[in-house]
Nanobody, 118 residues
Framework: VQLQAFGGGLVQAGGSLRHSCVAS????????MYWFRQAPGKEREFVSR????????YCADSVKGRFTISSDNAKNTVYLQMNSLKPEDTAVYYC????????????WGQGTQVTVSS
């Protein structure tokens, strides 16, 4: 299984960016996909998650109302739309796959840098 992450970049406060995470290597059925982020000098922080079947989503309070997670099952892709970005959203963003929705992060994508300037 491989996760390839795309997106990220430099944006001014109030702007938007979209991350994509493409999963490949097997058939996916019961998984949960997560987005995490890690800012310099800080611990990794949960951002959002989505279940593949049913599309049940959840976002951390820090991003609720600004970030939206979604999926395209036909493309094995999960998206993280980030709107109204703030400087405190600056971090490296990672997608992580819980292959069996058992609470374990079995695979990780490479991190993508998001920098929000004030």
């Amino acid at each position: 299984v491989q996760l390839q992450a795309f997106g990220g970049g430099l944006v001014q406060a109030g702007g938007s960016l979209r991350h994509s995470c493409v999963a490949s290597g097997r058939t996916f059925s019961r998984y949960t996909m997560y987005w995490f982020r890690q800012a310099p000098g800080k611990e990794r922080e949960f951002v959002s998650r989505i279940s593949w079947t049913g599309g049940i989503t959840y976002c951390a309070d820090s991003v609720k109302g600004r970030f939206t997670i979604s999926s395209d099952n036909a493309k094995n892709t999960v998206y993280l739309q980030m709107n109204s970005l703030k400087p405190e959203d600056t971090a490296v963003y990672y997608c992580a796959l819980d292959l069996y929705s058992d609470g374990h992060y079995h695979y990780w994508g490479q991190g993508t840098q998001v920098t929000v300037s004030s």
